[in-house]
């Protein structure tokens, strides 16, 4: 069974940096292109950055130039590393592994930790 577990949420000040990470069980990491997704209240879900089994990083457009996504297969982690914060990043971020079965992707998710950016 798949598990993906975030952490690293927080509060932090507008201008500050956290790092997020989601580390996952199952023994699929090796073959799921991993994602970080968020949240706001009152919004839709939205794709913050995600990166291949290959290595291969996509950001989406909030997230270009502050933050950066990086895989530790070794680890079964993945990162997200938030730079110059803004309150507008408050949302609760989830991770998520897309694994492809040969028809569509297998999506899975995690439960999604918090971050608030104080302004």
């Known amino acids: 069974q798949v598990q993906l577990v975030e952490s690293g949420g927080g509060l932090v000040q507008a201008g500050g940096s956290l790092r997020l990470s989601c580390a996952a069980s199952?023994?699929?990491?090796?073959?799921?292109?991993m994602g970080w997704y968020r949240q706001a209240t009152g919004k839709q879900r939205e794709s913050v950055a995600l990166?291949?089994?290959?290595?291969?990083?996509n950001y989406g457009d909030s997230a270009k130039g502050r933050f950066t996504i990086s895989r530790d297969n070794a680890k079964n982690t993945v990162y997200l590393q938030m730079n110059s914060l803004k309150p507008e990043d408050t949302a609760v971020y989830f991770c998520?592994?897309?694994?492809?079965?040969?028809?569509?992707?297998?999506?899975?998710w995690g439960p999604g930790t918090q971050v608030t950016v104080s302004s």
């Open positions: 998520n592994a897309k694994i492809w079965n040969g028809i569509f992707d297998d999506d899975y």
């Open positions: 199952g023994g699929i990491f090796r073959r799921a292109t």
């Open positions: 990166v291949t089994s290959g290595g291969t990083t």
